[in-house]
């Protein structure tokens, strides 16, 4: 099979799906290996790394779509890359299709064979992890008094005592902020609505974090008091009223911080997304840092964690085959989008009220006995295409 590592052209970020040493598993395994010159520069890996590795190198975007039966990267797909889909192609990357509409019109159009990397990981993805953890230095770097934050230091000094954090979420992504805020000195109170969640972190800190229930009352009791508010929750995209509301906001000192790592329309209300070359804006004399992509940031680290978590599924893809990677992985089974011109992917179908297919159903494995997933979301949807209800 000949798989293809694309450059991200996502302004701002700068990772890769694929470091050299997940190109040498690859070719290792007799499949050829393509890379988009540049594609890893950003992240530290040298064309000539990859060249190295067993991979051949071209010099555009453009050939590898042309060239290759795989291809992935790291973040959505641009508009300017839709005409160049190819039908029957595989295609893996962060699609979030429940948002995208326009994109997964493409991805039906073009009867690719679209995976969602963001579903599938069994273990939470690395760039949950980095998200988490950068999204609280990027925190802290907006409450300095140069970027308009109060200018109070995270462990406090001589006589002047450290900030107060409240992390909202106890997954992967809040558990990594929490890491970086207690190691550096903050008193962080965690709000989550799973009490085993906040329990299991309470004792790993030995009780130096407080834990709440995620309401919006106990929040909005915090936030008078709180320096920096790291939002880590997954919103529903159906959701009717937002977490912490603009009142809500407005009971915060001045030059309290806000960094919304899960970028979720609704779920704070004065947001609107940024990015790394203007991070941050004021709003009800809050600093808010709400850029989408925080792993990119921290690409070295991100590219080289998250290629090392997403090689195995291209490995049993290209090797067994996508039906019996499905029967061994559940996580890979329920990430698979698009199916040569079916929407397979149960969140898009119900918040965007279309026709879908179970992947077990349209791969013919229904009858298997199927590695378990949960589901990745809350979001259910009974409406099946004719021909497979």
Same mark, same amino acid.
């Given at each position: ?61 453009? +050939? ?51 995976? $969602? ?107 008078? $008091? ?42 704070? +209300?004065?947001?609107?997304?940024? $990015? ?25 680290? $991100? ?87």
């Amino acid at each position: 099979m000949k798989f293809g590592v694309l450059k991200d052209i996502k302004v701002g970020e700068y990772r890769v799906i694929a470091t050299p040493a997940e190109v040498g598993a690859i070719v290792g395994d007799g499949h050829e290996v393509y890379v988009a010159s540049n594609a890893g520069y950003a992240a530290g890996f040298d064309d000539a790394e990859y060249a190295a590795a067993g991979a051949t190198v071209l010099a555009t975007n453009e +050939e590898i779509w042309a060239t290759c039966d795989f291809v992935a990267k790291v973040k959505e797909i641009e508009p300017s890359e839709y005409d160049l889909m190819r039908e029957g192609q595989y295609i893996y990357t962060c699609i979030h299709p429940a948002g995208h509409r326009e994109e997964v019109d493409a991805l039906l159009e073009k009867k690719v064979i679209s995976i $969602t990397a963001e579903d599938s990981h069994r273990y939470g993805s690395p760039n949950c992890e980095a998200a988490g953890k950068g999204g609280a230095f990027m925190g802290l770097w907006a409450m300095c008094s140069t970027n308009g934050g109060s200018g109070k230091f995270v462990s406090g000094l001589g006589a002047a005592p450290g900030i107060k954090a409240l992390v909202c979420g106890c997954g992967v992504v809040g558990k990594g902020a929490i890491e970086v805020l207690v190691t550096m000195g903050a008193w962080v109170t965690v709000a989550d609505i799973n009490i085993g969640a906040l329990r299991d972190i309470a004792t790993k800190y030995d009780g130096r974090v407080n834990t709440i229930i995620s309401n919006k009352y106990n929040i909005a009791k915090e936030l008078p $008091t709180t320096d920096l508010v790291i939002n880590c929750v997954r919103w529903p995209k159906n959701a009717t009223e937002p977490m912490i509301s603009r009142e809500m906001v407005r009971t915060m000192r001045r030059g309290s911080v806000i960094v919304d790592v899960s970028n979720d329309e609704g779920c704070i +209300e004065t947001f609107h997304e940024t $990015t790394h070359e203007d991070p941050i804006y004021t709003e009800e004399g809050v600093v808010h840092y709400c850029v989408s992509n925080i792993p990119g940031a921290f690409a070295g680290s $991100t590219s080289q964690a998250y290629a090392a978590g997403v090689l195995h599924h291209f490995r049993n893809i290209m090797n067994l085959g996508l039906a019996e990677a499905c029967v061994r992985d559940g996580f890979l089974r329920r990430s698979l989008t698009t199916y040569k011109g079916y929407l397979t992917h149960e969140e898009t179908s119900g918040i965007q009220n279309r026709p879908w297919v179970k992947p077990e159903v349209i791969l013919g494995i229904a009858d298997r006995q199927l590695d378990y997933a949960p589901a990745p979301t809350v979001t259910k949807s009974d409406n099946f295409y004719e021909e497979f209800k």
